[in-house]
Nanobody, 121 residues
């Protein structure tokens, strides 16, 4: 059984910072990418940041320069440092990992339960 557990969300004022963390645990053989998605009110889930096992990262223009993803391969963790937060960053943030579990032959998407981030003006 693989689990992704997020922490660190909450309420912050415009221009503030938050740091989200996620740890993947269970019978994990290998992790390809780890990253973060978000889903705002009335919106579709969107990719926010992704980090490969080799250290490459990618961001959409909406968060580039404000958000930074970091990954610890040894601990199966991924973090998201969010700076200069805006009201439009308000969303439920989901940790994602593409990984191979011990009882599986394929790499699959795994998701955390989601964590609320609210930016107030």
């Amino acid at each position: 059984q693989v689990q992704l557990v997020e922490s660190g969300g909450g309420l912050v004022q415009v221009g503030g910072s938050l740091r989200l963390s996620c740890v993947a645990s269970g019978s994990i053989v290998s992790i390809n990418t780890m990253g973060w998605y978000r889903q705002g009110p009335g919106k579709q889930r969107e990719l926010i940041a992704v980090a490969t096992s080799g250290g490459s990262t990618n961001y959409p223009d909406s968060v580039k320069g404000r958000f930074t993803v970091s990954r610890d391969n040894a601990k199966n963790t991924v973090s998201l440092q969010m700076n200069s937060l805006k009201p439009e960053d308000t969303a439920v943030y989901y940790c994602n990992a593409v990984l191979k579990a011990n009882d599986d032959n394929l790499f699959r998407n795994y998701w955390g339960q989601g964590i609320q981030v609210t930016v107030s003006s």
